[in-house]
C-alpha cells in the first residue's frame, strides 16, 4: 500500500514550516510512523494538523518548547486524553535538551493535576508515565 499524496494545498510554507515542528517536538520516528499511517480518509487531517497546531500554535516565539510541553501534557490530563499524554510525556523526555523535561518536572504537572483535574486523572496519570519511565530505564525502584 502506497502513502497517499499530501494534498496540494499542504505543500506550502506551513506545512512545511510545521513539519519541522512537528519533527523537532515529537522526533522523526513518531512523525515518519504517522505519517506513513496517512490513508484517503485521514489524510487531510494530518495536513491540518501539521498546518495548525504544529506550525501556526508550536511555531510560536513567545512561549518555547518547554513551556508548551508543560501546557500540553496538563491539558491532555485535563481532557483526559491519555494516548496524547503518553505520546508527549515520551517527546519531552527524549526532545531536544533545551526542551526536555525531567521526570520530576513531569511528576510536578502530574501533582498539579490531583489538585485541578483530580485524584483518579492523577493516579491514571502516575501509571502511565511510570510505566514508561520504566520502560526508558529512568525509574529506579523504591527502597522496600
Given at each position: ?41 485521514n489524510s487531510e487531517f494530518q495536513e491540518l494538523i501539521t498546518r ?93
Amino acid at each position: 500500500m502506497t502513502s497517499p499524496e499530501i494534498p496540494t494545498n499542504a505543500s506550502s510554507d506551513t506545512y512545511e514550516s510545521g513539519l519541522v515542528n512537528r519533527r523537532r517536538v515529537l522526533g522523526d520516528a513518531w512523525v515518519d510512523r504517522s505519517l506513513a499511517n496517512r490513508n484517503a480518509f485521514n489524510s487531510e487531517f494530518q495536513e491540518l494538523i501539521t498546518r495548525h497546531a504544529w506550525n501556526d500554535i508550536w511555531g510560536r516565539p513567545a512561549l518555547g518548547d518547554k513551556t508548551r510541553r508543560y501546557m500540553v501534557l496538563s491539558m491532555m490530563l485535563g481532557i483526559h486524553a491519555y494516548e496524547e499524554f503518553a505520546m508527549h510525556v515520551r517527546a519531552a523526555l527524549d526532545g531536544p535538551p533545551e526542551s526536555r523535561l525531567t521526570p520530576d518536572d513531569i511528576k510536578e504537572v502530574i501533582m498539579m493535576a490531583a489538585i485541578y483535574c483530580g485524584v483518579p486523572v492523577a493516579n491514571h496519570a502516575f501509571g502511565i508515565a511510570t510505566g514508561i519511565l520504566r520502560e526508558k530505564g529512568l525509574l529506579a525502584d523504591a527502597p522496600k
